[in-house]
């Protein structure tokens, strides 16, 4: 039998482009009511979330997902609600905006606190927990868990509402589905590390789980064959969506003289380099090297959507133009043959 996964990468904001692309799919072809697993990376883990959750509960998957687009469209401003950090990050924030657009990353302190975030999650799926998703259905949400035990220290982690467990600390069937979805989002220096706590387990601090998959198809197609929902890999078919590719580099000219690139330069803070440049680059060379080895054990039972934006949009930046570029990518990308490829997939699902 089949399994039919749904993979959405991290990307900050441009969740919104990974909304509209799964908006507009559906319309088409009705698939987000006929998938077998959802997996996520940050903004990806909340949309997985979002999506897990609403076809446990029965919601119409169609209002559902033009909700989540709707939100990364209206409620950015809340999402990235400013952290009262101190005077010198204000100073560094209010100096580097005369040159750049868009926020982010926080130097002295988390760019951003989560209650924005937190807001938006709960309105979504209240406080219901992982034990409350359908079993027959997969959720894959990846994290990085910053403290296993002394042994291991910190150690990459999929969230999952299957049982996969091989000791106490693995059931988290009790921890809150908002927590999943924030575990996942706190990027480092843009969100604060998140901890989760249920039913006094102390579970620790986690951060985005973009820092080792920011594409989480590995994950999920793992966690079904584990849980034996695949049968195995040659019964897989994948519906990979990206956050956009960016036409961005760091070039020879930009580097000069490489003994001099220290973290400022890395974050484009005294460099011609994007702001956030190594944030940037660690999220999409992961998301990219996800994509290559799930490509060549399942070749054409995976398609990949993520178009090709006309310029850089930061994690964090919300401005009119940056929707524009977004839809704009989008309308290429529905003229593509990928497109017509990921449409005929999900026709027969």
């Excluded at 969740?15 to 903004?43: M, P, V």
């Excluded at 380099?273 to 992961?286: C, D, K, N, Y």
Aim: proline share 4%; net charge negative; with cysteine.
């Amino acid at each position: 039998m089949t399994f039919r996964l749904v993979s959405c990468d991290g990307g900050g904001i441009r969740g919104y482009l990974t909304c509209s692309i799964l908006q507009q799919l559906h319309s088409e072809t009705h698939f987000l009511d006929k998938a077998d697993g959802f997996a996520g990376t940050s903004t990806g883990g909340l949309i997985a979330v979002a999506l897990a959750d609403g076809r446990s509960q029965g919601k119409d998957m169609t209002k559902l997902i033009a909700d989540l687009t709707a939100h990364y469209r209206d409620d950015a401003k809340r999402i990235f609600r400013e952290n009262e950090h101190g005077l010198f990050d204000k100073t560094y924030d209010a100096f580097i905006k005369r040159f750049r657009h868009g926020g982010g990353p926080g130097i002295t302190a988390a760019q951003y606190d989560a209650s924005g975030l937190t807001e938006i999650g709960r309105s979504l799926v209240s406080d219901r927990t992982l034990a409350s998703l359908s079993p027959d259905l997969v959720l894959a949400v990846t994290t990085v868990c910053l403290h296993r035990n002394k042994s291991v220290g910190w150690s990459p982690f999929t969230i999952t509402n299957q049982d996969m467990r091989h000791d106490h600390w693995l059931d988290m069937s009790t921890v809150s589905l908002l927590d999943v979805a924030l575990a996942s989002a706190a990027a480092p220096s843009y969100f604060p590390p998140h901890l989760i706590v249920a039913n006094d387990v102390d579970f620790g601090y986690f951060a985005d789980g973009g820092i080792f998959a920011n594409n989480p198809i590995m994950n999920g197609i793992n966690v079904a064959i584990a849980a034996k929902r695949a049968d195995r890999l040659s019964t897989v078919e994948t519906l990979s969506v990206g956050t956009g590719q960016h036409p961005a580099d760091i070039s020879e000219d930009m580097i000069k003289n490489p003994d001099d690139w220290g973290m400022l330069k890395w974050f484009g803070v005294t460099s011609n380099a994007p702001r956030g440049a190594l944030i940037e680059l660690m999220l999409t060379t992961s998301a990219e090297n996800q994509y290559w080895m799930a490509r060549l054990v399942l070749e054409d039972r995976l398609v990949r959507l993520n178009p090709l934006l006309p310029k850089m949009v930061g994690l964090a930046d919300y401005q009119p133009q940056s929707y524009a570029l977004m839809d704009e990518a989008l309308a290429r990308n529905k003229q593509s043959s990928d497109w017509a490829r990921a449409v005929a997939l999900l026709s027969n699902w």
